[in-house]
């Protein structure tokens, strides 16, 4: 027979072999879960990427979009909210969530207490210390993320909610908040590059290249639309060489931004198109199909170029060649040469005019 405390050493013995072994199954399922949620978020971080790199390829907007989507996915956020720099302010691009058309275009001064203003001007990740820090009095958590912070351009983001996330979620929404600026970098410097390719960084008019597909874009329209048609403008500045020799390339400059200005007055809203050709020419294309009104709104434009003050010192004066489509040209190329023919026309016969074509290809000149 064995004696009582035999068996509480067994018992006992045996309480600690099993609180070990559950001690040692807990601690197992701990690091399985660990690292399923690891593994998790690694998956949910890569599938953000590859959304983050297919809006980078469209817009900004794009990029805003995909990482609200990505923030979602971890969080019931009650307000996603992006700023960007303007002159010494931020101001609100992009508002998600609740109160979101309160939240649209709101302002924020740059050195301010707000933590988007915090974050922004530290230029590193912040989270809400102090309730005065929030944007909304219902935001128990924030959490505001840079995407872009050099001195002049600023991009921060801002995530709230009426609950605290727990550390693993918020690590999250940080790194997901994080991993966009690159993809923000890359959207921004593509539409800088498709701005640059659309329009003339000199006077902000569209390109040649950019014109002459809105032309051919513009005919193949009218195309299809029986008796439609669409007149075009090819503008050249008369000695403008000139201007170069007597008061050198930055007054030149001057010059050109003004007839640019003078042209886009004369042009009508919505209806017309107008561009720098290169150098000292341009080109715009009327929405009107009578040529007998475009030729007289040439003979306005070449009246305003005359009268205007370019402040330097001197007046100049503009030719102006009209076609029109389908009378004169049956396609975006012939348009754009018969305009181009008809302005030298008008600079045979004088400068500071209008010529045009007649029936039968011929040209004739408005003075």
């Known amino acids: 027979m064995i004696v009582p405390f035999v068996w509480l050493g067994i018992v006992a013995l045996s309480a600690v072999g099993w609180g070990a072994a ?4 807990l601690r197992e399922a701990e690091a399985r879960r660990q690292a399923d949620g690891a593994q998790r978020d690694a ?5 953000a990427g590859r959304l983050y790199v297919e ?4 817009s900004t907007r794009e990029v805003y979009d995909a990482l609200e989507r990505a923030l979602r996915s971890v969080a019931n956020l009650d307000a996603v909210l992006i ?3 303007r002159d010494e302010a931020l101001h609100c691009v992009h508002a998600r969530g609740a109160g979101g058309e309160y939240y649209e275009g709101l302002t924020l001064p740059i050195d301010g207490e707000s933590l988007a203003a915090r974050a922004a001007y530290r230029g590193c990740a912040l989270t809400l210390v102090e309730s005065s820090q929030a944007l909304a009095p219902a935001h128990r958590w924030a959490l505001s993320v840079p995407l872009a912070c050099s001195r002049t351009d600023r991009v921060v983001a801002y995530v709230g909610a009426s609950w605290t996330p727990d550390a693993a979620a918020a690590s999250m929404l940080t790194c997901l908040l994080e991993d966009a600026a690159a993809a923000l970098a890359l959207a921004r410097e593509r539409e800088r590059d498709r701005s640059e390719a659309i329009f003339d960084g000199l006077t902000g008019l569209l390109t040649p290249r950019a014109f002459r597909a809105e032309v051919r874009r513009h005919i193949e329209r009218l195309s299809l639309v029986h008796g439609a048609g669409c007149c075009l403008w090819f503008v050249d500045t008369d000695e403008f060489k000139s201007v170069n020799d ?4 930055a007054a030149g400059d001057v010059a050109l931004q003004g007839i640019a200005a003078v042209l886009r007055g004369q042009a009508t809203g919505g209806m017309d198109i107008v561009a720098r050709n290169g150098g000292d020419e341009f080109c715009v294309l009327l929405g009107e199909s009578r040529k007998s009104v475009a030729v007289e709104r040439a003979g306005r434009a070449c009246a305003a170029v005359r009268v205007h003050d370019f402040c330097l010192g001197l007046r100049l004066t503009a030719s102006i060649g009209v076609a029109c489509f389908p009378s004169d040209a049956l396609d975006g190329n012939m348009l754009l040469e018969r305009a181009d023919a008809a302005m030298y026309h ?3 016969h004088g400068r500071d005019r209008v010529a045009f074509y007649l029936e039968r290809d011929q040209l004739a000149v408005m003075r």
């Open 22 to 25: 559950l001690a040692a199954r």
């Open 43 to 47: 998956l949910a971080l890569r599938s």
């Open 55 to 58: 809006a980078s390829r469209r």
């Open 83 to 85: 700023f960007e720099q």
């Open 246 to 249: 007597r008061l050198g390339h």
């Open 346 to 348: 008008a600079k045979h």
